[in-house]
């Protein structure tokens, strides 16, 4: 399985760029996961569901399948602290690229999303996991720098050089533990 974090600002275009990943990635035959950071309540449930009935009623754990699709919530009864590697873990194992969105401060090898409109200092001149950097203004960077400038607004090139440069990208859950 190969991993690759996309960090930047609220605003800077990640979830746009990781939506156009995916089908890029998927055309070339490659199975694709996504775990993405999420603010503190986030719910993917209703009221009035099953699902939410049972959680709120106490269960720890919901899994619920069809034969089309699979979800499990885990209601944690106080703050736990997951890292991305935790989240990582949880996923099937047939996967061929996950693409994590936030989780800007790990330390897993990452494509910085910045666009100078956004108003947001750059993380690449302090972060050494940073990869490469997809910006839509690569002659407004803020400091030069000797990794690979993508086309933000190109998905398909964006996913060509992840696939170019995939063995960087081999995730070893030991490296981590």
């Not at 156009?20 to 993917?44: C, E, N, Q």
């Not at 009623?57 to 736990?80: C, K, N, Q, T």
């Not at 693409?99 to 972060?127: C, H, M, Q, T």
Request: proline share 5%; charged share 25%; hydrophobic share 40%.
């Amino acid at each position: 399985m190969k991993v690759v974090g996309f960090a930047g600002f609220s605003g800077s275009g990640k979830t746009t760029l990781v939506e156009g990943l995916i089908p890029s990635l998927k055309l070339r035959g490659l199975r694709v996961s996504v775990v993405k950071h999420a603010h503190h309540k986030f719910d993917i449930d209703h009221p009035g569901k099953d699902t939410y009935r049972h959680r709120e009623a106490g269960a720890f754990e919901v899994v619920v399948a069809s034969d089309m699709r699979l979800a499990l919530i885990r209601e944690f009864e106080r703050p736990a602290r997951l890292s991305v590697h935790h989240l990582i873990a949880e996923l099937y194992e047939g996967v061929d690229w996950v693409l994590v969105e936030g989780f800007k401060e790990s330390n897993l090898l990452k494509i910085e999303v910045w666009r100078p409109e956004a108003g947001k200092p750059a993380l690449y001149p302090e972060d050494d996991f940073i990869a490469a950097i997809a910006t839509n203004s690569a002659g407004s960077l803020p400091e030069s720098t000797l990794r690979p400038v993508l086309d933000l607004d190109n998905a398909d090139a964006v996913a060509q050089w992840l696939v170019d440069n995939g063995d960087r990208f081999d995730y070893n859950p030991e490296m981590y533990s």
